[in-house]
């Protein structure tokens, strides 16, 4: 037997267009398109893509996005006062400072620093507060994007026995609350838990955001579960040599040959969740817009 694959890139898509049609209508009715900002800190090039690709796919569905590229040695205090403007500036409704931060920069000062009404990403804590209290407002778009592509595979999780792996602010930790807001019985495991492929054994649903290259087996993988694999891993298939780069290959952190036998649907790398990363962005962009909107309206 072989898992249906699901296809992350053909929903972000769907959910794009579905953007595209509101971004539309709130530029009609206010005046002026959504708008993001992303702040980039420093030339690490596999960042330098991916914030170049979030303009870009900003700009696809109408929504006003920009990128602002700040030198490598970018002090806290400058950061500070950049976000400082953005966050006083009423034609930005969505502000993402992409992770990680050079070491002279304490990330948790500067998430805490955005309005958490323009907080984009979710991981202002009052986000993160509101989410695990039951009152989700921007909630971040990586567990979003996850928790479509379960509803794509026609995942039941009420009652179902749900195991995240990996407990960070910004995947783990609210990928659980949403499985949890959906009436899941959620296990969450980290590097301290004791016999992971026996936990992972247990999972109806198996989300697994880790960040090591094919960590979770075949047989970690409980005969017909759903697998949501949100790692990335570019591993080295070949060194660089003669003046050519290294081959390289993206790898999530599940076995995908081995738990495609086992799954009954699996999420690809790539393909798989991180563009609905991308396109749940642009959600949040909308969202946090009329949000903005309506509360100043009274
Ligand atoms: N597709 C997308 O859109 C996105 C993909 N990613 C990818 O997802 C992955 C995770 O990202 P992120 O959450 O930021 O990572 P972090 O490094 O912040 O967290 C990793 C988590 O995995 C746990 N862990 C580490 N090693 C093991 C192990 N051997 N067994 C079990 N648990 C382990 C850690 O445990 P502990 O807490 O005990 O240290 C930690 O909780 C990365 O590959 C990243 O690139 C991230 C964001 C978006
Ligand atoms: N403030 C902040 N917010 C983030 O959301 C954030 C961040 N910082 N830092 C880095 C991580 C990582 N992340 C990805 C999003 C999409 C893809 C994506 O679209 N991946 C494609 C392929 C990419 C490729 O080919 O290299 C895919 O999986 O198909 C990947 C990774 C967002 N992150
Ligand atoms: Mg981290």
Excluded at 210 to 235: C, Q
Excluded at 277 to 292: E, F, M, S
């Amino acid at each position: 037997m072989s898992a249906t694959l699901l296809d992350g890139k053909k929903l972000a898509e769907t959910v794009r267009n579905e953007v595209r049609v509101g971004v539309a209508e709130f530029t009609k009715t206010h005046g002026r398109p959504p708008g993001l900002e992303v702040i980039l800190v420093g030339e690490d090039p596999a960042s330098q893509i991916y914030t170049r690709n979030k303009e870009k796919a900003a700009k696809e569905v109408g929504i006003r996005g920009k990128l602002h590229v700040l030198p490598a040695d970018t002090s806290e205090d400058a950061l500070l006062r950049e976000l400082d403007r953005l966050n006083n500036d009423d034609t930005v409704d969505g502000i993402l400072v992409q992770l990680p931060l050079p070491k002279q920069i304490r990330e948790q000062r500067v998430l805490d620093a955005i309005r958490p009404d323009k907080d984009v990403d979710g991981f202002h804590p009052v986000n993160a507060g509101m989410l695990a209290s039951g009152r989700p407002s921007l909630v971040p778009c990586t567990p979003r994007g996850s928790m479509r592509l379960l509803d794509l595979a026609g995942a039941r999780l009420e009652g179902a026995r749900a195991v995240v792996v990996g407990r960070s602010n910004i995947v783990g930790k609210p990928m659980a609350q949403l499985l949890l807001a959906a009436n899941a019985t959620v296990t969450m495991a980290h590097s301290r838990t004791k016999d992971l492929a026996a936990v992972c054994r247990e999972a109806d649903v198996l989300v697994v955001a880790v960040g090591k290259a094919e960590l979770v087996r075949g047989d970690w993988v409980k005969p017909g579960a759903v697998v949501i694999d949100v790692g990335m891993n570019r591993i080295e298939l070949a060194p660089a040599k003669d003046g050519e780069p290294a081959k390289t290959k993206l790898v999530g952190d599940v076995a995908f040959d081995e738990a495609k036998e086992r799954a009954s649907a699996i999420t690809p790398v790539p393909g798989g969740v991180g563009p609905m990363t991308i396109a749940c962005l642009l959600d949040n962009t909308l969202v946090a817009a009329r949000a903005r909107v309506a509360a100043k309206n009274g």
